[in-house]
T-cell receptor
Framework: KAGVTQTPRYLIKTRGQQVTLSCSPI?????VSWYQQTPGQGLQFLFE???????NKGNFPGRFSGRQFSNSRSEMNVSTLELGDSALYLC??????????????FGNGTRLTVT | QKEVEQNSGPLSVPEGAIASLNCTYS??????FFWYRQYSGKSPELIMS????GDKEDGRFTAQLNKASQYVSLLIRDSQPSDSATYLC????????FGAGTRLTVKP
């Protein structure tokens, strides 16, 4: 069974631009969560989608948004990029959402650099 | 208070020793707990999950949960250099929250 696939793997953008990241979950998984990972802050929760609905949202500004399609694939968008948005963005899928007994399976991440 | 707290380390142990990693969490309603391992430049991978008080063993790994003390730990027996990585504690509070991770180095 294929794992979680994230594209692109690397991205370089300029301040003020916007970016869209893509995530394809493990087949059959209906929940997709997004995390930002930086050396100083660790893994920070962005949001979780389940059956095309945003179920949970972390403490990030509105510049960060996402969506999930009917095939469970998800996209994350960051508008008006800032230098501080440079990070590894990780997508994780789970079978039934982040309820009990439902671990996350991570993709390889997208490394975003904002210059 | 952070939702999930871990000692950032680094923790260094000799090969063959027991490595002990600790984690505390703030939400008393948390029901499920996970340990992930992350090698440098890689994404986190699941090592163990635990849902009930007590110990859960899987090979060289033992997870321990004490809900009264809001404490989760991971023991790695017979540590190997290949165990050198950052270990992340994760707690399900409705969504999954992670600690900052403990960097473990196992010296040959």
């Amino acid at each position: 069974k294929a794992g979680v696939t994230q594209t692109p793997r690397y991205l370089i953008k300029t301040r003020g631009q916007q970016v869209t990241l893509s995530c394809s979950p493990i087949s059959g998984h209906r929940s997709v969560s997004w995390y930002q990972q930086t050396p100083g802050q660790g893994l920070q929760f962005l949001f979780e989608y389940f059956s095309e609905t945003q179920r949970n949202k972390g403490n990030f500004p509105g510049r960060f948004s996402g969506r999930q399609f009917s095939n469970s694939r998800s996209e994350m968008n960051v508008s008006t990029l800032e230098l501080g948005d440079s990070a590894l963005y990780l997508c994780a899928s789970s079978l039934m959402g982040t309820g009990p007994n439902s671990p996350l399976h991570f993709g390889n991440g997208t490394r975003l650099t904002v210059t | 208070q952070k939702e999930v707290e871990q000692n950032s380390g680094p923790l260094s142990v000799p090969e063959g020793a027991i490595a002990s990693l600790n984690c505390t969490y703030s939400d008393r309603g948390s029901q499920s707990f996970f340990w992930y391992r992350q090698y440098s430049g890689k994404s986190p991978e699941l090592i163990m999950s635990i849902y009930s008080n007590g110990d859960k063993e899987d090979g060289r790994f033992t997870a321990q949960l004490n809900k009264a003390s809001q404490y989760v730990s991971l023991l790695i027996r017979d540590s190997q250099p290949s165990d050198s990585a950052t270990y992340l504690c994760a707690v399900n509070i409705g969504d999954m929250r992670f600690g900052a991770g403990t960097r473990l180095t196992v010296k040959p």
